[in-house]
T-cell receptor, first 114, second 114 residues
Framework: AQSVTQLGSHVSVSEGALVLLRCNYS??????LFWYVQYPNQGLQLLLK??????LVKGINGFEAEFKKSETSFHLTKPSAHMRDAAEYFC????????????FGIGTKLQVIP | DAGVTQSPTHLIKTRGQHVTLRCSPI?????VSWYQQVLGQGPQFIFQ???????GRGNFPDRFSARQFPNYSSELNVNALLLGDSALYLC?????????????FGPGTRLTVL
């Protein structure tokens, strides 16, 4: 079985501050990990994905995430928050070698304070 | 190129009715997956189809069914609607449905069951 836990359903940061969204995963086999963003009334957009290559993954809009096997974590970071980053962020996991049954976390709503 | 399109955008049904949701994948994509996103939660995997064959199924009752057509578009059918079926239904397409393929999400169909 596979699962992800997102710590903090709501996160607030000031504009220009560091963004850190936490995600821990559980998987019995090597996982593929994803971060998606969802803006109000829209579908999900892929920010970045880890597929067992480099452990530090760079994505779109200045986001990156680091896969840490020893901590079973895949936290999302961005050095400087912009107002346009306000959205809901989902961490997700699937197992390598299987079909695309992606398991999503509950989501973290990011608020950016001007 | 057009992204993933879904119709209708919004739908209101009453308990016990039947509903059909439609999805057109990105041109050249042969795999379609369906997800249910209940308010305040992350998306939950329902089905994946590839080349008109069901490749995977999530933990949903038999009231939920789907199919994929020769042009790779897809329908999700839900019978005997319950209040708990109220959700945003998301469709995602990918080139070949492999785990490492990026999934592109449509804007979703908002279903309200009264």
């Amino acid at each position: 079985a596979q699962s992800v836990t997102q710590l903090g359903s709501h996160v607030s940061v000031s504009e220009g501050a560091l963004v850190l969204l936490r995600c821990n995963y559980s998987s019995s086999v090597p996982p593929y990990l994803f971060w998606y963003v969802q803006y109000p009334n829209q579908g999900l957009q892929l920010l970045l994905k880890y597929t067992s290559a480099a452990t530090l993954v760079k994505g779109i809009n200045g986001f990156e995430a680091e896969f840490k096997k020893s901590e079973t974590s895949f936290h999302l970071t961005k050095p400087s928050a912009h107002m346009r980053d306000a959205a809901e962020y989902f961490c997700a996991v699937t197992r390598s070698g299987g079909y695309q049954k992606v398991t999503f976390g509950i989501g973290t709503k990011l608020q950016v304070i001007p | 190129d057009a992204g993933v399109t879904q119709s209708p955008t919004h739908l209101i049904k009453t308990r016990g009715q039947h509903v059909t949701l439609r999805c057109s994948p990105i041109s050249g994509h042969k795999s379609v997956s369906w997800y249910q996103q209940v308010l305040g939660q992350g998306p939950q995997f329902i089905f994946q189809y590839y080349e008109k064959e069901e490749r995977g199924r999530g933990n949903f009752p038999d009231r939920f069914s789907a199919r994929q057509f020769p042009n790779y578009s897809s329908e999700l059918n839900v019978n005997a609607l319950l209040l708990g079926d109220s959700a945003l239904y998301l469709c995602a397409s990918s080139r070949a449905g492999a785990v490492q393929d990026t999934q592109y999400f449509g804007p979703g169909t908002r279903l309200t069951v009264l």
